[in-house]
């Protein structure tokens, strides 16, 4: 079905990592920090925000990787999370392999009929992501004792550290000085500003820092000409 297409570019959160750049989304306000990100608790921000805003439960709905439009006629508001592209963007080793499988996973998503059936439903929609990426070229691993706490966030970026404890990010820079103007700290957490990672790949394309190719993120809107 024929639609308008309106485009921009939009910011994503700093540090581009999934748990604080996909619940700002969801929240539609300030992430927090203790948040454990998972498709449960998508919901629950999705309901809570719509249900503020004067919604009743029966028209909002929730659905993560399958699409079911068989019972929407009620429905005003529908969230709809495909996570398959983050995966295939997690294995790619550089650009030209991640343009190769998004083009691919257009295919095989059938993300286009998805979008001609919401419209045809007479849906407005929005098309985003959380972050964008970066192709990154590894500095080093964390090491021995580097690793103590270094996972708080529970995020598989490797542009980002966030260490449980303050002492012990500030112990990090201490013995890794040469990082200084490559990472940015707040609080507990460091992340990469520029194209390094904390890998042993000779390249790979991944987010969760601060580069300015992380943060634009795309903002389509879509809906019936009529």
């Known amino acids: ?94 650009y030209v392999d991640l343009l190769m499988l998004t083009k691919n996973w257009i295919e095989r998503s059938k993300i286009i009929h998805v979008i001609d059936a919401l419209i045809s439903k007479g849906f407005t929609v929005f098309l ?8 990154a070229k590894g500095w080093r691993g964390l090491k021995g004792r580097e690793k103590l706490g270094a996972n708080k966030s529970g995020s598989r970026s490797e542009r980002h550290i966030e260490y449980s404890e303050k002492w012990l990010s500030d112990e990090f820079m201490a013995n890794n000085p040469e990082m200084g103007d490559s990472v940015v700290m707040e609080k507990q957490a460091i992340y990469f500003k520029t194209d390094l990672s904390f890998s042993i790949k000779e390249s790979l394309v991944t987010h969760g820092g601060a580069h300015l190719l992380e943060v634009l993120i795309p903002f389509v809107e879509i809906k019936n000409e009529s």
């Not at 969801?26 to 998508?42: A, H, I, K």
């Not at 985003?128 to 192709?135: E, L, S, V």
């Open 1 to 94: 079905m024929p639609g308008i297409k309106h485009e921009e570019v939009i910011y994503s959160w700093l540090p581009s990592i999934t748990q604080l750049s996909r619940q700002a989304i969801f929240r539609g306000y300030t992430p927090q920090n203790d948040y454990r990100q998972g498709p449960t608790s998508e919901e629950k921000l999705w309901k809570t925000y719509w249900k503020e805003k004067g919604c009743h439960e029966f028209e909002v709905i929730y659905q993560h990787e399958n699409t079911d439009f068989t019972n929407i006629d009620s429905v005003s508001k529908l969230a709809i999370v495909l996570k398959d592209l983050d995966d295939k963007m997690h294995s790619s080793t550089d």
């Open 128 to 135: 985003t992501t959380d972050h964008g990426n970066i192709q």
